[in-house]
């Protein structure tokens, strides 16, 4: 694909519209002249249409074809078009394959991603985790592109300032964005955890002042009583879902609360997270593909832990994954998060137990950081809430979640002794006291029982 030195903005971005509405991919770009004209080598290396700033597909070779949908970075949209679900292929022989396609809408090359349809076989396949990566290197490419594009066209020096300072803005999360990227957010004012009594699992709502989030969501038993725990908060919209990893007792809960969202008007999710897994460790079962399914029904894009601090106006949330990927439990490949909530805390562990801790510690993940609340990891069990782990945390408060008489015995004496050194009698059990609730002010902390 070629454009004459003299072509305009206007043309080229004609060009790439034909092209891709008429799903011809180009093997080469030859431009490289310093004109308007250039657009099309501006989006051979970006794969940004840098008149809308928005992505667009451009292999560049064989192996590039047949991995674009994963391996391409993505420059997310702040609100991510309806429908939209992205995909990876590219996977190991016998996996299921998810293929990215353009949209035909008219005047722009924004990335659609088509609901995956899936072939039932006898033997459970492995679905990879859809991914939305980012890059830096990708954002300061926007943002350099967007500088240069309306003064080459002829714009004026203030409207070029405008013009870049918005990209910039959507590059960077802007006002919409839901995630911002080492960004804690204002710290100040109040939140609310409400560590909820889903029997033998786990889920915590965390509310602020301008933004709600769910991590986990008990077993499938526990969805109509999260539901009704969501309208009793008043909660119409979860800004995020995160899996801490993919066990019943933790995602279960999840596809009836997708599918709720999906068919009802007082419930929206935004976002999703979950965590990587190695091949061999992606779930084959039916909870989780239900918990897919869920995902796509609401045409959302499952998002990938990465280290990320995600703005919730009165608070922040620092996304911590698991360092590890060579464990022989899923629960250690569990993510971890750190809310920050003016001068208090709280860390919430997934299933963490000793070979994630210890992976945490040695590699610096948790360096400086102290809570005041820790949800005790798995359930209070014995191979979790290690005694290197809590000198580094340092937690005043604790929080079990854990079924009344469940059969593994949880929480084993040995971690609530471990606990008892820095939190006393401060110690809650969703088991004995039903949902617990911890309100901050951003200075003190308040705690309520629902027994």
Aim: proline share 6%; with cysteine; net charge negative.
């Amino acid at each position: 694909m070629s454009s004459h030195p003299g072509s305009t903005l206007q043309e080229a971005v004609k060009l790439s519209l034909f092209l891709r509405d008429n799903g011809i991919h180009p093997e080469q770009v030859q431009d490289f002249y310093p004109t308007p004209g250039t657009i099309s080598t501006c989006m051979y290396y970006t794969e940004l249409d840098p008149y809308t700033m928005e992505p667009v597909y451009v292999p560049k070779n064989t192996q590039r074809k047949s991995h674009a949908a994963c391996a391409a970075p993505i420059l997310s949209a702040p609100e991510p078009p309806a429908g939209a679900v992205c995909t990876e292929t590219g996977r190991t022989a016998g996996s299921d394959r998810h293929k990215a396609g353009l949209s035909g809408r008219t005047g722009t090359a924004r990335r659609q991603f088509p609901k995956t349809v899936r072939k039932r076989t006898a033997t459970p396949q492995r679905r990879r985790i859809p991914t939305k990566p980012q890059t830096i290197f990708q954002k300061i490419t926007a943002a350099l592109i967007a500088a240069a594009l309306p003064l080459l066209s002829g714009c004026s020096l203030d409207d070029a300032e405008s013009y870049l300072t918005d990209t910039i803005q959507q590059a960077f999360g802007g006002e919409d964005g839901a995630e911002a990227e080492n960004n804690g957010g204002s710290g100040t004012g109040s939140c609310t955890v409400h560590f909820l009594d889903v029997g033998q699992g786990d889920s915590e709502l965390i509310v602020t002042d301008t933004a709600a989030v769910l991590i986990d969501a008990g077993e499938q038993s526990a969805a109509d009583d999260i539901l009704a725990d969501l309208q009793q908060y008043g909660i119409t919209k979860l800004d995020w879902i995160i899996g801490t990893h993919p066990h019943a007792d933790h995602i279960g809960g999840f596809p009836d609360i997708l599918s709720y969202a999906a068919q009802n008007s007082d419930l929206t999710i935004s976002n999703v997270m979950i965590p990587q897994l190695p091949d061999d460790m992606i779930p084959t079962t039916r909870t989780y593909e239900k918990f897919l399914d869920g995902v796509d029904e609401n045409g959302l894009i499952l998002t990938q832990a990465t280290d990320i601090t995600i703005d919730l106006g009165s608070a922040s949330l620092e996304i911590i994954p698991s360092p590890g990927n060579d464990y022989s439990s899923l629960n250690d490949y569990s993510i971890c998060a750190y809310l920050t909530c003016g001068d208090t805390s709280f860390f919430f562990t997934g299933d963490a137990s000793k070979p994630e801790e210890k992976d945490l510690l040695r590699s610096g993940a948790l360096d400086g950081i102290q809570a005041d609340v820790l949800k005790v990891g798995h359930h209070g069990s014995r191979e979790s809430s290690t005694a290197d782990f809590l000198a580094q945390l340092q937690p005043s408060y604790a929080v079990i979640s854990c079924g009344a008489g469940n059969s593994y015995g949880h929480p084993h004496s040995e971690a609530v002794e471990r606990l008892q050194q820095y939190c006393g009698d401060q110690i809650w059990r969703t088991d004995e006291s039903g949902t617990v609730t911890i309100q901050s002010d951003g200075a003190s902390l308040t705690v309520s029982t629902e027994k």
